[in-house]
């Protein structure tokens, strides 16, 4: 076990406290910000919770939701001030400074003590303490068993437990993908046995659905997914202007790509929205197939191996023309991952 002394140490008396988690939260990232958020508070601490983007409304049911500070609507200089007078900084659900865009550089460059809780792969070293488990599930994974080893189990109520339980529940989907182990079922029944509502949250996070959403969802199965049997793969290519059709907000593509995987025989799956600034890549696959090897490689992105994401200023169609050129390359392996499937 890592020596959790300096940890400690430094959270014995009250501080100034900013936690921070990447832009475009999911529920990993605000679950775990917002949970830390309510058990730091229990011990005294001022804490501040800033995203530098928006999220998704079904997870603004967490306590707390309503006391987080979005960097990029209007709230830089309030940030920045903010981040200035801190004493301590808790980095949240990401390996690196440039997954929370400009406030990148004002982590960086503040004096305050640094704390690192995350599962991805390859960690930049920007933490003066640094908790990193590829193998864990999730970040609230690593974020309910630091509470344990701090000794301090007692501080997790029913808010906490229900923000912990799902950045879990999200990132194992609903726990189904291969990261569901003995100790993400062990960590959710204690969180559950502290008061944790896997009903409420269950419904909160999957069953909060707008009318716009399920006919945008609709569309997009319907005249959207594109199939490409010989390479075992599947993908959405979704336009800005089918975004503005169904008026989509933060978070109404969440899952769609799952919808690519979840069809018979597909090893790789793929979503390609175009948000004008950028066209926004994710990436699954089953078994042994690198995901994250696709999205590095081409895409300036990264990830897990059967999750991943990629961003490129190519136009829609040129993104999608580069994923079908490289499929070629993975042939064999998409095609033992299918018949070992």
């Not at 603004?60 to 981040?83: L, T």
């Not at 899952?255 to 699954?284: C, P």
Request: glycine share 8%; charged share 25%; hydrophobic share 40%.
């Amino acid at each position: 076990m890592q020596d959790l002394k300096p940890l400690k140490a430094l959270l014995s008396a009250p501080k100034n406290i900013v936690i921070t988690t990447h832009h475009k939260p999911d529920a990993d990232a605000l679950g775990s910000s917002l949970g830390m958020a309510g058990y730091l508070k229990k011990k005294g601490h001022q804490v501040t919770v800033i995203t530098p983007t928006d999220y998704p409304a079904f997870l603004h049911w967490m306590k707390g939701n309503d006391e987080v500070i979005i960097f990029n609507k209007g709230q830089q200089a309030r940030c920045k001030e903010i981040i200035d007078k801190c004493d301590v900084i808790l980095a949240l659900d990401f390996n690196m400074l440039s997954r929370i865009n400009e406030m990148g550089e004002l982590v960086r460059d503040s004096s305050a003590y640094k704390i690192n809780i995350d599962h991805h792969l390859y960690p930049e070293d920007f933490a003066d303490f640094q908790i990193s488990n590829t193998t864990a599930a999730a970040t609230c994974e690593l974020c309910y068993e630091l509470i344990v080893d701090l000794g301090e189990r007692h501080l997790i109520d029913g808010d906490i437990a229900d923000a912990l339980y799902a950045g879990i529940m999200t990132d194992t989907g609903g726990f189904m993908h291969p990261t569901t182990s003995r100790n993400v079922h062990e960590v959710v029944a204690n969180l559950i046995e502290l008061g944790g509502d896997n009903t409420k949250v269950a419904k909160n996070v999957y069953n909060n659905n707008s009318l716009d959403r399920l006919q945008f969802l609709g569309y997009a199965l319907s005249e959207k997914l594109t199939v490409i049997p010989e390479y075992s793969t599947a993908y959405f290519a979704i336009s800005a202007e089918e975004l503005s059709r169904y008026k989509s907000k933060t978070g109404d593509t969440e899952g769609l790509v799952n919808y690519a995987l979840s069809l018979q025989g597909i090893v790789l799956a793929a979503l390609f929205t175009d948000r004008k600034e950028a066209i926004k890549m994710s990436f699954r696959s089953i078994g042994e197939f690198p995901a994250n090897e696709i999205a590095s490689k081409f895409f300036n992105g990264g990830g897990h191996r059967n999750a991943a994401g990629g961003r490129t200023e190519w136009t829609l169609e040129e993104t999608v023309n580069k994923f079908k050129e490289v499929l070629p390359d993975y042939k064999e392996l998409l095609d033992k991952e299918k018949n070992r499937k």
